[in-house]
């Protein structure tokens, strides 16, 4: 399969599961017309969805009111269910009852991601539907800004867009005034005088991943909490908000997101997780927190035991140097000041031996034993983070000979009519010549397959 996903028969189990408990049968249609394909999509079942592409589902089928699945993950804003459906070979371009493309849903209930999706794949965006209304006409009677500039910025023109009327003689402009639209209206007011403005494109396309970017959570919680996007959306390079995040050491976004449940396993187009991209910049406690949490732990765990170290840490005074009264003091008033500490440190420790008997006897754990402890810990992690790093580098290095392989072939076949000018050399040459040009082409390989520059040849 072209995604690359494989779907092992326990997640086939859990997908027939999943449909069972729904209530829902492969076979079996509901009363409104919808199959197990229909619900799977509603709900973004990806991998359900998968499972069902793979026994053959149908996905053309069309409910009641001609919405096929396809309309009702645009619906939804399941903008990787849409994917799933997309690669599989559904058309963008179906049409319900009304002449409703999924776009037009999509468009309708402000799902940026499924709009930008869409498009990519090629949904038309310039149909109207039975009424004439296009999806900007849709996206702006709602008020989806988002959806409404995208959509403008991908049409043939944005002032001719803007123009064009519905079978009712409404323009965008109307419609978003009649519904009170007010941001569309200020923004087509805007648009009129600047004119086309094409420079922001990846505001305009993925919003919620510039601002996990900027680590703009306040934008970031108002495109996921209003469903203007996934909070798994993916951009052009498969990212998700954790990747651009991880990215930037937006610690407040990634403990956020992965409050909202986004899913840290997935992988980018570089097949990197956000923890990858994390350790690629050394944001190690971002790293952390994507990782398993294992620093919370170990905090969590020795907090009594961390103010006590402190505590005994501020009395041995030794090798400080930033008490500003040093500065003031003669020597002998120094020496005084250190044995004055030095005798508080004897007492402590004799303290502390008192203390640490009372706490054995009331059943406490030594001090060695946690730092025992914490030093499992520590390596313990450090052990998962050379883990994460050890794959990084082994998806580096396959990636890397794959390039080799491919450079190998290109530099093979370029040399076939290379050998055979060798060959007719050789003929007339004696075998030493022939042997150093062998040595030749072995040290032209070498630097063809390493740097990628091809040696030019006539
Ligand atoms: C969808 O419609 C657009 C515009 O009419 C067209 O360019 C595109 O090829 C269509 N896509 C498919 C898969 O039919
Ligand atoms: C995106 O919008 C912000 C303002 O919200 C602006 O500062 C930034 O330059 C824009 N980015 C691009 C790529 O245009
Ligand atoms: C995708 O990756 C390319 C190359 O690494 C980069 O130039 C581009 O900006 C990335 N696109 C996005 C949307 O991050
Ligand atoms: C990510 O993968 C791990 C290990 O494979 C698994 O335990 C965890 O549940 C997964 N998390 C999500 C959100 O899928």
Not at 51 to 65: E, F, K, T
Not at 77 to 96: A, C, E, I, K, W
Request: net charge negative; glycine share 8%.
């Amino acid at each position: 399969m072209e995604s690359g996903h494989t779907l092992s028969p326990t997640a086939w189990g859990i997908c027939l599961h999943w449909l069972l408990w729904h209530g829902a049968d492969i076979t079996s249609v509901t009363p409104g017309g919808w199959t197990a394909a229909h619900i799977a999509a509603i709900r973004g079942q990806d991998a359900c969805i998968q499972a069902l592409i793979m026994n053959g589902a149908d996905l053309s089928v069309q409910d009641d009111r001609g919405c096929t699945p396809s309309h009702l993950a645009a619906t939804h804003g399941h903008s990787y269910t849409l994917q799933v459906m997309l690669r599989s070979g559904v058309d963008p371009n179906v049409s319900d009852k009304y002449d409703w493309k999924p776009v037009h849903y999509a468009s309708f209930h402000g799902r940026l991601g499924c709009v930008q999706l869409l498009v990519k794949w090629g949904a038309a965006i310039e149909d109207v539907d039975q009424n004439g209304n296009l999806p900007v006409h849709v996206a702006a009677m709602e008020g989806h800004l988002y959806c409404f500039k995208f959509l403008l910025s991908r049409m043939s023109s944005m002032k001719q867009a803007l123009k064009v009327f519905n079978d009712n003689g409404e323009n965008a402009m109307d419609l978003a005034q009649r519904f009170f639209k007010d941001n569309i209206v200020q923004f087509i007011q805007g648009a009129e005088i600047e004119g086309d403005n094409q420079n922001n494109q990846e505001n305009l396309t993925f919003p919620g991943h510039v601002a996990a970017y900027k680590g703009d959570l306040e934008m970031l919680k108002k495109l996921v909490e209003n469903g203007i996007i996934n909070i798994n959306e993916r951009d052009d390079n498969e990212s998700t908000l954790l990747h651009r995040a991880a990215g930037q050491d937006h610690i407040e976004c990634l403990q956020w997101l992965i409050e909202m449940g986004a899913d840290v396993n997935i992988t980018n187009k570089d097949g990197e997780t956000a923890a990858d991209t994390a350790k690629k910049f050394a944001h190690l406690s971002a790293v952390s927190l994507l990782v398993g949490l294992q620093k919370y732990e170990v905090e969590e765990n020795d907090e009594i035991d961390d103010q006590d170290v402190k505590f005994f840490e501020r009395h041995g005074v030794q090798g400080s140097t930033d008490a500003k009264d040093e500065l003031s003091q003669s020597e002998a008033e120094k020496t005084n000041a250190r044995k004055r500490a030095y005798e508080k440190v004897v007492e402590l420790r004799r303290l502390l031996e008192i203390a640490e008997s009372n706490f054995k006897q009331l059943g406490g754990i030594s001090e060695g034993d946690i730092k025992q402890k914490k030093e499992d810990q520590e390596s313990r992690r450090m052990i998962k983070e050379l883990q994460v790093q050890l794959e990084g580098e082994r998806l580096r290095r396959e990636k890397l000979e794959c390039q080799l392989d491919e450079c190998r072939a290109e530099a093979s076949h370029r040399q076939t009519p290379v050998d055979q000018i060798h060959l007719n050399n050789v003929v007339s040459m004696e075998h030493d010549s022939s042997d150093s040009n062998k040595d030749k082409r072995k040290v032209t390989k070498k630097i063809t397959s390493s740097g990628g520059i091809f040696m030019r040849r006539s």
